[in-house]
């Protein structure tokens, strides 16, 4: 389903929900959470919405992706943007959390590690952000769509775009990642796309039912949602996307 919002305010708040609402509904809750700029909103709201009966303990957070190279203490890291934009605001301890380690000497174990996570712990809740060429994750274009954790390399574009969280420039060449089949066999997917400069890739998401990109994986899909704000959605014809977004694939 294809959800527009007025504000990227409306979308955090709505995305902050959906994950109160997991945390509360779910037994075993697990969520896979995207790190950067799209979330931050809606995981300050979510951790300022625990009250002391949220039973926050029960929670697993797994890793979506991580820089190969990159030190989970590193400004810039996933797992750093994660930690100063939720974990540390809503008290989620490091036992609490499963993430790739970016600098692990075999990233094939790193990869099998969480996988096996995944299998006694499946996903709750996935929250997904939209790269600028499309990627969930750093499942970049032209990846194919596996049911497990891979090594991958990384697009001149997210190279490009990922300098925006270093200091200054930083080499990244490889990225670990969950694959597009785990991230949609999740229980519950929103993929959050907001602000004008998402404008142009959010047209070019929800204009071809035939998939070339990684977030069109998503689409057609009952369980997965698509929560844009109006800068966002400002190119895209509303009704072929709702269209795509609602269409149920065979």
């Not at 939720?86 to 499963?98: K, M, N, P, R, V």
């Not at 891979?150 to 969280?165: D, P």
Request: charged content about 25%; some cysteine.
């Amino acid at each position: 389903m294809l959800r527009i919002f007025e504000s990227e305010e409306e979308v955090a708040e709505a995305i902050a929900n959906e994950m109160k609402a997991s945390l509360e509904h779910d037994d075993r809750p697990v969520f896979c959470l995207a790190s950067g700029s799209t979330p931050q909103k809606s995981y300050r709201k979510f951790a300022e919405s625990l009250g002391a009966g949220s039973r926050l303990d029960r929670l697993g957070i797994v890793s979506l992706d991580e820089w190969v190279g990159i030190d989970r203490s590193s400004e810039g890291s996933c797992y750093r943007m994660l930690d100063d934009d939720l974990f540390s605001l809503a008290g989620i301890s490091d036992e609490q959390i499963e993430f790739f380690d970016g600098t692990a000497p075999d990233l094939q174990q790193e990869c099998a590690r969480i996988d096996r996570y995944i299998e006694q712990r499946p996903i709750t809740f996935s929250l997904m952000g939209v790269g600028m060429n499309g990627h969930i994750g750093l499942n970049e274009p032209g990846c194919p769509v596996l049911g497990h954790s891979s090594v991958v390399s990384l697009s001149e574009t997210t190279k490009q775009v990922a300098q925006k969280y270093f200091h200054e420039q930083t080499a990244l060449e490889q990225g670990i990642t969950l694959g597009l089949a785990q991230v949609i066999a999740s229980k519950r997917v929103v993929v959050a796309i907001t602000g004008e400069r998402k404008a142009n890739i959010a047209k070019e998401i929800f204009s071809n039912r035939e998939p070339k990109l990684p977030a069109q994986y998503l689409l057609g899909n009952g369980h997965i949602d698509f929560y844009l704000d109006a800068e966002a959605a400002r190119h895209i014809d509303r009704r072929l996307a709702e269209e795509l977004s609602s269409w149920e694939k065979a």
